[in-house]
């Protein structure tokens, strides 16, 4: 039978190798500057250069492929190579979700929906799997995996939501006070009831990526459909100079097992 110490080692040995990071506010701010440099920079490749959304595809799709398996090879958490596969993974689910939308012509409903399917069912396969879907289990290679292939999912189905708010006759800055109106009742709900936090925190990861989605296409679409007109490639670099800006400024940790805690009180 294993002693205090033991046990608290062996919970110690589990948060080294959680690569994910706590889920502070500092998230949610560069999670949503994340996405919404996805929507430009999927933008930039797919139409700014003029390659189509299947060659952005397979660009960003690789991209993403190689930063998972660095990530998943990390020995420990680091913020950077995190948030580069973050970004990636929105880049990607940017030109997927236009991919299958547009050039499938599945639409938005019609894409939306299978986006949807397949979030719950990678969500569903990964309880079966390994019991839990708290970010904070994820600690080891297979939940690596499955959290990925979530994220992916999710960020691909937030495009087409996105798109498909802003063009049902809102706009893209009408899409993105609903979006935004919708994560400010979430984050009601987690502050002043007791509704599940992992409920909580897909929902919301889910729903950041259309409101990166709504307010990407706001900078940088012509005028004429209701957008700013920013120049893509400006609008990207601007972007990602103000997530590095705030990874170095904003305290980043990984995320501390559930067991901890109960370790500590042991």
Do not use: C
Not at 64 to 81: G, N, S
Not at 187 to 201: D, G, H, P
């Amino acid at each position: 039978m294993k002693t205090q110490a033991g046990r608290a080692a062996d919970v110690n040995r589990k948060d080294l190798l959680i690569k994910v990071p706590a889920v502070t506010l500092g998230f949610w701010v560069i999670k949503i500057l994340a996405t919404t440099l996805g929507e430009t920079a999927g933008d930039t490749v797919s139409m700014s250069m003029n390659l189509g959304y299947l060659v952005g595809t397979a660009i960003f799709a690789a991209v993403l492929v190689m930063l998972v398996w660095v990530q998943i090879r990390a020995k420990r958490f680091h913020p950077f190579v995190y948030w580069a596969t973050i970004t990636a993974s929105t880049t990607a689910g940017t030109t997927m979700a236009d991919y299958a939308t547009r050039s499938l012509g599945i639409g938005y409903a019609g894409g939306s929906t299978v986006l949807l399917a397949l979030v719950l069912g990678s969500l569903f396969s990964w309880h079966r799997a390994l019991g839990s879907i708290n970010v904070e289990t994820v600690h080891e290679p297979r939940a690596e995996t499955f959290y990925w292939l979530t994220i992916t999912f999710s960020q691909t189905l937030g495009t087409a939501l996105g798109d498909w708010t802003a063009d049902s006759g809102l706009g893209y800055s009408g899409a993105a006070l609903v979006f935004g109106a919708i994560l400010a009742i979430l984050a009601a709900l987690y502050f002043w009831t007791s509704a599940s936090r992992v409920f909580l925190f897909w929902a919301a990861f889910i729903l950041t990526r259309p409101l990166g989605a709504a307010v990407g296409d706001f900078l940088d679409k012509p005028l004429a459909n209701g957008g700013l007109a920013f120049s893509r490639p400006l609008a990207s670099l601007v972007l990602a100079v103000a997530i590095v800006l705030l990874i170095i400024v904003l305290p980043q940790r990984a995320g501390t097992h559930p067991a901890r805690s109960g370790a500590n009180r042991a």
